[in-house]
């Protein structure tokens, strides 16, 4: 029967080889078996949701997607804050007044006047355009509405054609100073002048 010199330096026979080989691979086989038992019953666990505390593995991703959802609601919030902020912007031309449609077409209907002169008209190049249907109106120049802001005064006066304005019913042939809630009356539309400037407030002051 072969011998043979074992790691401790003891001399062995075959059979003995054999049966500790035989042992240690029994041993082996059962302890890969366990191995890949204990590996089954884990793979089988649900795997639990990615946490939302930091980053790492599998987590990363999400994290990028929640940070770009937190960059578009920002984005969305400043949108937002910017149409709701109250800070102020220089206007070349201020509003110094209003003329409002009380009578005829476009009843109801409102126009900011500015400094200088506001010409009315049906045209769309006019200041105040009074494109309602009312065919008496001129379509350029009917009147014009003056805001002085040197003597901080209001004046008006009618156009070079034939149509006429009228001033509380008056007919203006010369430019006439106007007053607050005066009423203007060009074609067959009434408009009533409502002041903003004048002597307690202008944007010069």
Same mark, same amino acid.
């Given at each position: 029967m072969p011998v043979y010199r074992g790691p401790d330096g003891k001399i062995i026979e075959e059979s003995t080889r054999s049966v500790s080989s035989s042992s240690s691979g029994q041993n082996?086989?059962?302890?890969?078996?366990d191995i890949d038992g204990k590996t089954r019953r884990l793979s089988s666990r649900p795997v639990p949701p990615?946490?939302?505390k930091g980053v790492s593995g599998g987590n990363e991703a999400a994290e990028v997607d929640d940070v770009k959802d937190i960059s578009g609601?920002?984005?969305?919030?400043?949108?937002?804050?910017?149409k709701q902020t109250s800070e102020t912007q220089d206007v070349d031309d201020p509003v110094v007044g209003w003329l409002v449609?009380?009578?005829?077409?476009?009843?109801?209907a409102s126009f900011?006047? #500015?400094? +200088?002169?506001?010409?009315?008209?049906?045209? $769309?190049? !006019?200041?105040?355009?009074?494109n309602y249907g009312d065919k008496q109106i001129s379509r350029a120049s009917h009147a014009t509405l003056t805001y002085d802001p040197k003597s901080r005064k209001f004046f008006i006066q #009618?156009? +070079?054609g034939r149509n006429l304005t009228?001033? $509380?019913? !008056?007919?203006?042939?010369?430019?006439?100073?106007?007053?607050?809630k005066s009423t203007i009356?060009?074609?067959?539309?009434?408009?009533?002048?409502?002041?903003?400037?004048?002597?307690?407030?202008?944007w010069q002051n």
């Open positions: 082996a086989g059962k302890s890969n078996a990615p946490s939302s609601v920002t984005k969305a919030f400043k949108g937002t804050s910017a449609v009380v009578g005829g077409a476009g009843l109801g900011a006047l #500015g400094y +200088g002169a506001n010409s009315i008209g049906r045209g $769309d190049g !006019e200041r105040v355009t009074l #009618g156009g +070079g009228y001033l $509380d019913d !008056e007919v203006i042939l010369t430019p006439t100073e106007l007053n607050d009356q060009v074609g067959e539309t009434n408009l009533k002048f409502v002041s903003f400037c004048g002597e307690d407030f202008d």
